[in-house]
């Protein structure tokens, strides 16, 4: 089995390359943004404590994403492996992940970053932004504060996982089939 943190900025790629990796290997996904957006249709309590965080780009709290994570991880024990996309987004969230995997007897294999230039990010956002209905991906501003916030709070996270030799890049840039072959080449080795 194995646990994959697919990790890199806001249009890196994550979701887009998750799924194909869903496809190929039957690994179980879980993103935690595709979530909260799921809580704020819904109008569930949840939901409703995030919306302003999200729609400004800014990071939900720790504790909800880290919740939302113990109850995915403690049901997500057997099979091909999990994807985390979007997750952990913040060095103290990385480290409840790591006591969470343990109580369940897992553990993080890789964590694989796609690395992309912040304009072609922007560039790709602005494009999604068009058809997914994402409020976060229509607004140049809102897009530009969650490339800040992913600077300011989440690269660091990668010295988390080098630290325990599991960290490796990923170019991003490139057709999607390109990509996602960098990603396997990656995912074998685990
Ligand atoms: P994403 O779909 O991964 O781009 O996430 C969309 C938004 O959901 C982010 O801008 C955050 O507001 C929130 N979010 C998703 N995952 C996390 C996380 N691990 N920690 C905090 N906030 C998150």
């Given amino acids: 089995m194995k646990n994959i943190v697919l990790f890199g900025p806001p249009g890196a790629g994550k979701g887009t390359q998750a799924d194909k990796l ?3 290997y039957g690994f179980n996904h879980i993103s935690t943004g595709e979530v909260i957006r799921q809580q704020i249709k819904a109008e569930t309590e949840l939901g409703l404590s995030v919306k302003a965080y999200i729609e400004r ?17 403690m049901n997500h024990t057997e099979g091909a492996g999990n994807i985390f996309d979007g997750f952990p987004r913040t060095t103290h969230q990385a480290e409840e992940f790591d006591k969470i995997m343990t109580a369940n007897g897992q553990k993080v294999d ?38 800040d916030v992913y600077k300011a709070q989440t690269a660091i996270v990668a010295d988390f996982y080098s630290a325990q030799g599991k960290y490796v890049e990923v170019d991003g840039v490139g057709s999607i089939d390109e990509i996602f072959d960098r990603l396997c080449a990656e995912i074998d080795k685990l």
């Fill in 57 to 73: 780009g800014e990071l939900a709290p720790d504790s909800l994403v880290i919740n939302i994570i113990a109850d995915y991880v």
């Fill in 22 to 24: 869903v496809a190929k």
């Fill in 110 to 147: 890789a964590m694989i970053a796609l690395t992309v230039p912040d304009e072609e990010l922007i560039k790709r956002l602005l494009l999604r932004g068009q058809d997914s209905g994402r409020k976060d991906d229509a607004d140049e501003s809102v897009i530009r504060n969650r490339i």
